[in-house]
């Protein structure tokens, strides 16, 4: 998964089509996520598109890492965002990474429709929870 500084890089050459475009690419990119883990349990509530978010913790606390997925390409691309700022680190840390405020410079909410950015926050609160209750259960 590329960084979050480089798509955000790439994403300010970029304007509007192009914009969903690599949004949709950032999607593809994703690491599949088996439908088996594609559960109610991990469903984000609250998105008009379905979003699903897994946590896998790493052995020997090397990091959390995150497996997700969406029926919708934007709304995919926006997950990768979100898991882009912090995939493969320590529980810990993604649990006090302040993922909103990481995400501003991409102005989402005013380069995409409402009903695409409604469950960021959502995906954000999750992303974080899973990872507080892994860091609290590794203490």
Same mark, same amino acid.
């Given at each position: 998964? /590329?960084?979050?500084?480089?798509?955000? +890089?790439?994403?300010?050459?970029? *304007?509007?089509? +192009?914009?969903? /475009?690599? =949004?949709?690419? =950032?999607?593809? +990119? =994703?690491?599949?996520?088996?439908?088996?883990?594609?559960?109610?349990?991990?469903? !984000?509530? @609250?998105?008009?598109?379905?979003?699903? !978010?897994?946590? $896998?913790?790493?052995?020997? @606390?090397? @990091?959390?890492? #995150?497996?997700?997925?969406?029926?919708?390409? &934007?709304?995919?691309? &926006?997950?990768?965002?979100?898991?882009?700022? !912090?995939?493969? /680190?320590?529980?810990?840390? !993604?649990?006090?990474?302040?993922?909103? +405020? /990481?995400?501003?410079? #991409?102005? %989402?909410?005013?380069?995409?429709?409402?009903?695409?950015?409604?469950?960021?926050?959502?995906?954000?609160? =999750? $992303?974080? *929870?899973?990872?507080?209750? %892994?860091?609290?259960?590794?203490?």
């Amino acid at each position: 998964m /590329r960084s979050l500084e480089d798509i955000l +890089e790439e994403y300010e050459f970029l *304007d509007g089509d +192009e914009r969903y /475009r690599l =949004l949709i690419e =950032l999607g593809r +990119e =994703l690491e599949p996520m088996p439908d088996a883990l594609k559960t109610d349990a991990t469903l !984000v509530r @609250g998105c008009s598109a379905s979003v699903w !978010v897994y946590p $896998v913790a790493q052995e020997g @606390g090397a @990091g959390l890492h #995150f497996l997700a997925d969406s029926n919708a390409a &934007i709304t995919k691309g &926006i997950v990768a965002l979100v898991l882009a700022a !912090v995939q493969d /680190r320590p529980a810990a840390e !993604v649990a006090k990474t302040d993922i909103a +405020e /990481r995400l501003a410079p #991409f102005d %989402l909410k005013n380069q995409l429709s409402s009903n695409r950015t409604q469950g960021v926050p959502n995906m954000i609160a =999750l $992303v974080r *929870d899973h990872a507080a209750r %892994l860091a609290a259960a590794a203490n």
